[in-house]
């Protein structure tokens, strides 16, 4: 791997994107009635078309030739064989381990914890576990942040409709008081189950919220303190901190240093999933996850859905100079997609040095920006359609839905089908004028008007369509997000496994706590700093 600038590949596409940038997506179509034969992948119950996107088959023949020479087949092989790829951690990353298959497991532990997850799971649902005052568990509170917030919220949105039972689980991660006050006004603590999610068991943000859950369960509920038992259980790397909590080891679910926060849905971190669909459909979502692993880790380049899509990503953001990357899901149930894979993304490949620690004079990733369908259209949509801007875009959709209700689906649909026809085709002079010429204005409306009516088009998506939100086709999607986001940082030579960048302000922010009580004024830091404080200081009630 090297920077990718100074290979051959990336000579060879630089020529070819001046040759191409100024090429349409409509002639592109007009020119070759095979398009969407040539440039779409069924895999299992997914389709994916990434015939609008500004390429020949050439593009696609150089841009895996760039991957070749960064040597991603060797790397995709490090990483299934457990190398220590997360160089500057000296960790092995092994996500894809957890969503094996027993007889090819390459971790024993994963289904010891498996199993104890089952249990646990069972033991809720059959209303053997119970509370200190006797009663079952109906809430699950997870306390996190980060990779163990942001996942198993997603997926516990995504699958709502699979819930099993009556249990409802809520999400805490903000050390706003907010958060887990209002959290916890409607609900009985008799029946809550908190879950402390937290790989390293450090988070200022989760210890917080964890304190203050068991200092209002102790104050509100409990009559002993071996109570805590009952109501609270660990997930974490750290068998010692959460012991130091308070928290029995036998109520914690363990997991490894191989798996990254923001990689570990998949392990027990999803407990709260688990709990909510039940471990037969948690098990199917790692049967999906596990499906598209293989697809990714056996398929030839030209057919590997994951390294395509990472490979456009780069072709956007390093030739096209494409600063973001805005994902639109036209189902409701991935309404929490983006702030997942703002994370899986933004975290893994906002990296400006190389692995080796070298300063990187090319563009890595992409903001990741996005929301539901049709609500974006309402908001955003303008500046995708009509804006300086070339913002590539993804658009997941079901083919159908689990609420089948009067005509919302085919009107859903067809407000998909048409964004990505608009995003392509957009609408040229002579064709808005006719437009306007058809309403009945004047030729002085018409010249003032039309500028405003063009738009240019030629702007790139693909399209994710599925048969229906299943736990098998959510865990297919993020298995592929995974991949896509690895393939990207090696190809930019980075290592996505890391997260330094979260951690000045972190230290930062302990450094300034203290100032924060007392009455004397802050003078050490900047003027703005120092303003900032005091104001805070004389007008805290
Ligand atoms: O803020 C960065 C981060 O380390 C994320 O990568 C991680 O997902 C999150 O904090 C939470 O970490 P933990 O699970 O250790 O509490």
Known sequence: MKNFLETNSYRLLKEHYNRIKGVQLRDLFASSPRRFDEFSIKFEDLLFDYSKNIITSETIELLIGLAEEQKLSEMIEKMFSGEKINNTENRAVMHFALR??????????????????????????????????????????????????????????????????????????????????ETLKNLNLERTLFLISSKSFTTQETLTNAV???AIFLEKLAKEEKDIAKHFVAVSTNEKDVKEFGIDPKNMFVFWDWVGGRFSLWSSIGLPIALQIGMDNFEKLLDGANAMDLHFKNTDFRENIPVLAALLSLWYTNFFNAKSHCVIAYDQYLEKLPDYLQQLEMESNGKSVSRDGEALSYS???????????????????????????????????????NPVGNHHNILLSNFFAQTEALMNGKSREEAKLDLEQSGLGAEEIQKLLPHKIFKGNRPSNSFLYKKMTPAVLGSILSMCEHITFVKGIMWNINSFDQWGVELGKQLAKKILPELSGKEKILSHDSSRNGLINFFKENKE
């Not at 929301?371 to 993804?394: A, K, R």
């Open 364 to 402: 890595t990733s992409p903001i990741i920006f996005g929301g539901v369908g049709t609500d974006s259209q309402h908001s955003f949509f303008q500046l995708l359609h009509q804006g300086t801007q070339l913002i590539p875009v993804d658009f997941f959709a079901p083919v159908n839905s689990l």
């Open 212 to 214: 203050t859950a068991k």
């Open 100 to 181: 094996q298959r027993e007889k090819d497991a390459s971790v024993d532990d994963v289904f010891q914890v498996r199993n104890q997850m089952r249990n646990f799971v069972n033991l809720i649902h059959s209303g053997d576990w119970k509370g200190c005052t006797g009663e079952t568990i109906t809430d699950i509170v997870n306390i996190g942040i980060g990779g163990s917030d942001l996942g198993p919220k997603m997926v516990c949105k995504a699958l709502e409709a699979y819930s099993v039972g009556n249990i409802k689980t809520h999400f805490v991660s903000n050390v706003d008081g907010t958060n887990i006050v």
